[in-house]
């Protein structure tokens, strides 16, 4: 039987962190494999090991590396792609180890260039340590910047998702010292039309934006920061708005996230981490989604980390992971 749902790469995360755990939990989950087939891009020995510790039990078919790409068009059901990165006895749940960041990053680039040959029609990540991933000699900030490397993109910017509340960030994980002088007009107005352009997809409209400055009170006239959002954030939000876009800012971030705005306004253009990570994580932890935007193909992600406190306790909630999966779907289908 040829499957007519669309395959999506699920990667298994750091294998010391929740990861494993969540991938299992996914399988079963009719919510999502009623929409799709999800296959597993990890070690089928370290899945069965957290199995046993967690009692989720691993119901779907391994799959090895080499048989792949002559079983993959015919999947039917989810399915876990083995690929042999590291042994289930070298892991030891939450402790960093170089070991498990290297296991990691392979399943991320099995996954891309399974993506990019067409095997599957969208990528969605489990979280990675970036110590372990840093000590295996992978020195990316994160997810974000592998994937754009990979896929020979230059043009990309992270976004976080959710039905309550959806950030872009022109910068990411850099030092707030180093912010400003990555700021400029055509940086802020590429995040603008690629938010724009996603949610135009996702929503099935014509999105309105809100852009926030960079400075309390969005520099407050000048009177604050070097005139960031006179100088460079203003002239990208014109911009925006001579090619069509309906945009506002830059605007104070401390009330760009209150209820009313909210309701208003379909995504929130952030200049730094924090400006939108904190409101995204307060607000919708557990159902945010982290995607790529600008990729060739649909890369989402959970928005939590490894979570190493917890790991193989069978603690760890999947709703993000499945978000992750179901947003991935509907990229997919755009």
Same mark, same amino acid.
């Given at each position: 039987?040829?499957?007519? *749902?669309?395959?999506? @790469?699920?990667?298994? $995360?750091?294998?010391? $962190? ?39 039990? *691993? ?22 792609? /083995? ?31 399974? !993506?990019? !040959? ?11 340590? #970036? ?5 295996? $000699? ?10 754009? %490397? ?13 039905? %309550? ?23 802020? *107005? ?13 929503? $099935? ?10 400075? +309390?009170? @969005?520099?407050?006239?000048? *009177?604050?920061? %070097? ?24 605007? +104070?971030? /401390?009330? @760009? ?5 909210? %309701? ?16 995204? #994580? ?35 909630? +999947? ?10 779907? #509907?990229?997919?289908?755009?």
């Amino acid at each position: 039987m040829i499957a007519t *749902l669309p395959r999506i @790469a699920v990667t298994m $995360g750091d294998p010391a $962190g929740v990861g494993p755990e969540l991938c299992l939990r996914l399988l079963h989950d009719p919510g999502v494999t009623g929409h799709c087939i999800p296959v597993v891009f990890g070690d089928a020995g370290v899945l069965q090991r957290v199995s046993a510790a967690t009692g989720v039990p *691993l119901v779907a078919p391994t799959i090895s590396r080499d048989r792949w790409a002559d079983v993959h068009r015919g999947l039917d059901r989810p399915a876990v792609l /083995d690929l042999h990165c590291i042994r289930a006895d070298e892991v030891t749940p939450g402790r960093v180890d170089a070991r498990c960041g290297a296991a990691a990053f392979q399943y991320v680039m099995a996954s891309i260039d399974a !993506a990019l !040959a067409g095997q599957v029609a969208g990528v969605s990540t489990g979280p990675l340590n #970036k110590a372990a991933l840093h000590a295996a $000699g992978h020195p990316f900030p994160g997810h974000t910047e592998i994937f754009a %490397q990979r896929m020979g993109v230059e043009r990309f910017c992270m976004m976080q998702y959710s039905e %309550q509340v959806t950030c872009s960030f022109v910068t990411v994980h850099v030092g707030y010292h180093e912010v400003p002088a990555l700021l400029n007009p055509p940086r802020i *107005l590429d995040v603008i039309e690629l938010t724009g352009d996603a949610l135009r997809r996702i929503r $099935g409209r014509e999105p309105r934006l809100l852009v926030c400055g960079l400075n +309390p009170h @969005a520099g407050e006239g000048g *009177l604050f920061g %070097q005139g960031e959002e006179e100088r460079l954030i203003a002239p990208a939000v014109e911009q925006a708005r001579a090619r069509g876009w309906d945009v506002t800012g830059p605007v +104070p971030g /401390d009330t @760009a996230f209150i209820p009313a705005a909210r %309701q208003q306004y379909d995504a929130v253009v952030c200049m730094y981490h924090d400006q939108g990570h904190i409101p995204v #994580k307060m607000i919708a932890f557990d159902s945010a989604v982290n995607t790529t935007l600008g990729l060739p193909v649909p890369r989402t992600s959970v928005d939590h980390g490894t979570a190493f406190d917890i790991a193989w306790q069978g603690r760890a909630n +999947p709703g993000s992971l499945f978000s992750a999966v179901r947003l991935a779907v #509907k990229l997919s289908s755009c």
